[in-house]
T-cell receptor, first 115, second 111 residues
């Protein structure tokens, strides 16, 4: 079974631009969560989508948004990029949302550099 | 605010040593605790622990959860250089799949 895939793997953008990152979950998984990883703050939860609806949101500004499509693929968008948005953006997929907890598997990440 | 604390922050051992990594947590609506291994890429899933006192084992790695004292340990026996990585502890809370991560333990295994 293929793992979680993320595109692009690397991205360089300029301050003020916007960026869209993509995540395809493991086949059959319907929950997709996004995380930002930086050396200073570690791994921080951005938001989670299940059945095309945002179910949870972390403490990030409104410049960070996302969506999920009917095939469970998800995109996240960051508008008006700031230098501090430079990070590794990780996507995790899980089979279920509620009920008994289920493992979450991470994709390889997108390394975003803002100059 | 949910909090996950890992110790030590970093550790250097020699091949063959046994190591114990610690993770304590203060969260609301605990559902499970997960351990991940991260080399220079995405975190790789190791274990998910939901019940107290039941050890999970995979090869040289094992982990146990204490829900009364709010902590978990990850043991690695007969360490190898390939075990060098950051080990992340995360707690799943609430009604969704939100994970709160600790800062990680950087393990280096030397020859």
């Amino acid at each position: 079974k293929a793992g979680v895939t993320q595109t692009p793997r690397y991205l360089i953008k300029t301050r003020g631009q916007q960026v869209t990152l993509s995540c395809s979950p493991i086949s059959g998984h319907r929950s997709v969560s996004w995380y930002q990883q930086t050396p200073g703050q570690g791994l921080q939860f951005l938001f989670e989508y299940f059945s095309e609806t945002q179910r949870n949101k972390g403490n990030f500004p409104g410049r960070f948004s996302g969506r999920q499509f009917s095939n469970s693929r998800s995109e996240m968008n960051v508008s008006t990029l700031e230098l501090g948005d430079s990070a590794l953006y990780l996507c995790a997929s899980s089979m279920r949302l509620a009920g008994d907890p289920y493992e979450q598997y991470f994709g390889p990440g997108t390394r975003l550099t803002v100059t | 605010e949910d909090k996950v604390v890992q110790s030590p922050l970093s550790l250097v051992v020699h091949e063959g040593d046994t190591v114990t990594l610690n993770c304590s947590y203060e969260v609301t609506n605990f559902r499970s605790l997960l351990w991940y291994k991260q080399e220079k890429k995405a975190p790789t899933f190791l274990f998910m622990l939901t019940s107290s006192g039941i050890e999970k084992k995979s090869g040289r790695l094992s982990s146990i959860l204490d829900k009364k004292e709010l902590f978990s340990i990850l043991n690695i026996t007969a360490t190898q250089t390939g075990d060098s990585a950051v080990y992340l502890c995360a707690v799943l809370t609430g009604g969704g799949n939100k994970l709160t991560f600790g800062t990680g333990t950087q393990l280096k295994v030397e020859l």
